[in-house]
């Protein structure tokens, strides 16, 4: 079972920052979290991970809260292509890397 | 070039038949993966390799085997195709194994069984 908690859906207007939010209350010391998204008919597409610290790359930042309890994704200027199902994902940091899906957000962007 | 290809991109095939799904990858990573999406949009883990040694293995029905011929290769069989076999089959890569890594996923392969 996915360990986070997402809402079902969010609107974004074009050219405004998309700010998704992600609940992982259970998440542990050595457990990262992880942001990917899928594009209709698309492989999903790594975004952004982080264990503790903010971080910040070329797509996105990620925001973690600092007793690690939630997180948001910020993309800061979205644009129509960012319409997809975005997945916040918790793994162990340790020998294995199975993903585990929840059933995401779908961010639409309008107009 | 592609980061992580398969072939092919679309399959139809009937009810009883014996079907291979192929992957590459051609970022130099040790550890690749199968996922499956279903209709219902539920993307899971089905295998995963490292370094051509089976390290994840689902509750997968055994009629599929997943083969790496070398680490830049993870190709899928099935056998006796059903119709609860249909759906969109991704392959991934990751530089190694372990949750630091992230996975680079191919452009997925829709399988319907007929």
Redesign the interface.
Known sequence: DAKTTQPTSMDCAEGRAANLPCNHSTISG???V?WYR?IH??????II?G?KNNETNEMASLIITEDRKSSTLILPHATLRDTA?YYCIV???????????G?GTLLAVQP | DTA?SQTPKYLVTQMGNDKSIKCEQNLGHD?M?W?KQDSK?????MF?YNNKEL??NETVPNRFSPKSPDKAHLNLHINSLELGDSAVY?C?S?RK????????????TRLTVT
């Open positions: 050595n457990e990262y992880y899928q008919s698309q492989g999903p597409q790594y991970h264990l199902v793994i162990y940091g340790g020998a294995t890397n199975k993903l585990i899906f059933t | 992580v550890t993966y996922y949009k539920f993307l899971k883990i995963s390290i994840i991704f991934a990751s194994t372990g949750g630091s890594y992230e996975q680079y996923f191919g452009p997925g």
